[in-house]
């Protein structure tokens, strides 16, 4: 193999290895696409656009339940085989019945979902639970003569078996009248999550809407590559009634206060946790809501820097994400270089009536690894 290339810039010939041109002065450089690293990017990318932006996405997302029926829709039969190997269908078929095998009704494609439709979309499990006029109690924070705010609401639930997913506010873009319309984000309950495995969590979006609109959807960017997105009509003053059905079994082996984790890069103490009661009068829990702070110390063991913040936490109460609250001057945040140490809280607001409170901690943002912490 030729030890020889040409200079791209005088067509002289130079050695492969070398970093300069000897007759033209030119660097030598590698086409990016020879390089490591663009590599990595498209291997990156092809991943992202093979799974939807999520583990198991889909490009089609389908109607499975409604609120109101109680029930979800019945996945197609499938066949099974008895203890002799012979295969039969799971729903018994009378002996008058025909032998010619049970079909099982397609379930339809929406286009669109209103109040009560549950959903499914990759990993996500999505349900319509109310839409309605916004009112907001600040004199100040009025919309413009002509107009008025809306809002939907909508629970997330994460069916994955092993990987994060997530849900932001800014995904969603609402059309009045096919007109784009503007968020408002003045309102409570932000429905931005990080959900792990077997998680829930519920929140409202808000918009500025011309009060004579006819016609007003949300859509939802479930892939920012491929650019596919539900559609969902508001209906005004609906609400389905639904509940997120609490979840109050405990993750197995959760630490405990004074517990100590150890991992090749970081060891981790559960020093305290404790209610945290505000003392100033406008930041307070809402009402049947209260503080809970974590406070932990962080050791980096390893020969390279290590970065711990408070926004690497998330807390779930009977497994609904609960809001973290940023209100001390202690919250965990540091850079340390190797052997050295930093301690800080967490802070959550959470039910006052929660049975099962979590805080998990996320140890590597690519394999959804966490630790777990239970809240006393």
Known sequence: ???????????????????????????NKKPFYKKWWFWVVVVIVC????????????????????????????????????????????TKVPTEAPTKAPTSTPIPVKTIYRVGDILQDGNMKI??????????????????????????????????????????SFSFECYADGYAAESY????????????????????????VPEDAK????????????????????????????????????????????????SKQLVITYLSCEEYVSDNMFIQPAEGYRF???EFEF????STDQYVSCYEFYCYADGVACDATYIRDDALSATMSAGRKTKGTVTFEVPVDATVIEVEYLT???TSNRVVFKVK
């Open 215 to 262: 016609e007003i959807e949300i859509e939802y960017e479930t892939n920012i590559f491929t650019e596919k997105k539900i559609k969902f009509a508001y209906e005004g003053e609906k609400d389905s009634g639904y509940q997120i059905p609490a979840n109050t079994t405990a993750t197995e082996g959760a630490y405990v206060v004074g517990d100590v984790v150890s």
């Open 127 to 168: 349900t319509y639970m109310s839409s309605g006029v916004y009112v907001e109690d600040n004199e100040f924070m009025q919309p413009e003569a002509g107009k008025k705010y809306i809002y939907i609401q909508l629970a997330f639930e994460n069916t994955s078996k092993s990987t994060d997913d997530s849900i932001s």
């Open 47 to 90: 991943i992202a656009l093979a799974s939807g932006g999520s583990d198991g996405s889909t490009d089609t997302d389908k109607k499975i339940g409604e609120v109101a029926s109680g029930t979800e829709m019945p996945e197609p039969t499938k066949a099974v085989s008895d203890v002799n190997g012979n295969k039969e269908n799971q």
């Open 364 to 366: 590597n943002y690519w």
């Open 185 to 208: 984000y003045g309102g409570e309950g932000d429905l931005s999550a990080t959900l792990s495995p077997g998680r829930t969590t519920s929140g409202f979006l808000y918009f500025t």
């Open 1 to 27: 193999m030729s030890k020889l290339v040409k200079c791209k810039t005088c067509g002289a010939e130079i050695a492969k290895n070398a970093k300069v041109c000897p007759g033209c002065g030119a660097k």
């Open 299 to 302: 050791e980096n063991v390893s």
């Open 292 to 294: 809970v702070s974590c």
